[in-house]
T-cell receptor, first 114, second 116 residues
């Protein structure tokens, strides 16, 4: 049982390049989330999808777009990467938006923007 | 306002010592949930425990124990007889009842180093 799978694990981009981070879960969860983790800042929510077909902004959505492709997949796109977007990105899923179940996380994508 | 405070940024102990990681939260919700996650050096985030606001019983799982006290809005985590493998960043989080999509409010984490 893979859980939450993120690809790629590492990526280096040049400023201005675009990139899509992929996330897929096989736990039949309805809700999915994208976070970024920066030193001293903890985990900050970028976007989330409460259910298939819906997406909403989190704390730090600027510079990002998301697509909930189907129930399993939730992608994060950087249209024009900036050095400030250098971070570790985590995808997570949860049974449903109104449940009390924990979020399950992928292993993260380490993204560097030069 | 919903908030989680982990006042200890870094803790360093010697193996076999007991260590307590503090978590203080703020919420207006009467029903809420608290979580602890572990992030080892390899980077993944691992769920450890969930506790609801109506259950103030302490929980023990092996060398790990959690002390939930509503009176002080705290949900502290104790590792007994710490081991090097316990070295990690530990996050406390509060499930915020924001309508039909509850969000996690995260603390900034406590970095625990267990030295041999």
């Amino acid at each position: 049982n893979a859980g939450v799978t993120q690809t790629p694990k590492f990526q280096v981009l040049k400023t201005g390049q675009s990139m899509t981070l992929q996330c897929a879960q096989d736990m039949n969860h309805n809700s999915m989330y994208w976070y970024r983790q920066d030193p001293g800042m903890g985990l900050r929510l970028i976007y989330y999808s409460a259910s298939e077909g819906t997406t909403d902004k989190g704390e730090v959505p600027n510079g990002y777009n998301v697509s909930r492709l189907n129930k399993r997949e939730f992608s994060l796109r950087l249209e024009s990467a900036a050095p400030s977007q250098t971070s570790v990105y985590f995808c997570a899923s949860r049974l449903s938006g109104d449940s009390n179940q924990p979020q399950h996380f992928g292993d993260g994508t380490r993204l560097s923007i030069l | 306002a919903q908030k989680v405070t982990q006042a200890q940024t870094e803790i360093s102990v010697v193996e076999k010592e007991d260590v307590t990681l503090d978590c203080v939260y703020e919420t207006r919700d009467t029903t809420y949930y608290l979580f602890w996650y572990k992030q080892p050096p390899s980077g993944e985030l691992v769920f450890l425990i969930r506790r609801n606001s109506f259950d103030e019983q302490n929980e023990i799982s092996g060398r790990y124990s959690w002390n939930f006290q509503k009176s002080t809005s705290s949900f502290n985590f104790t590792i007994t007889a710490s081991q090097v493998v316990d070295s990690a960043v530990y996050f406390c989080a509060l499930l915020h009842n924001a309508g039909n999509n509850r969000k996690l409010i995260w603390g900034l984490g406590t970095s625990l180093a267990v030295n041999p």
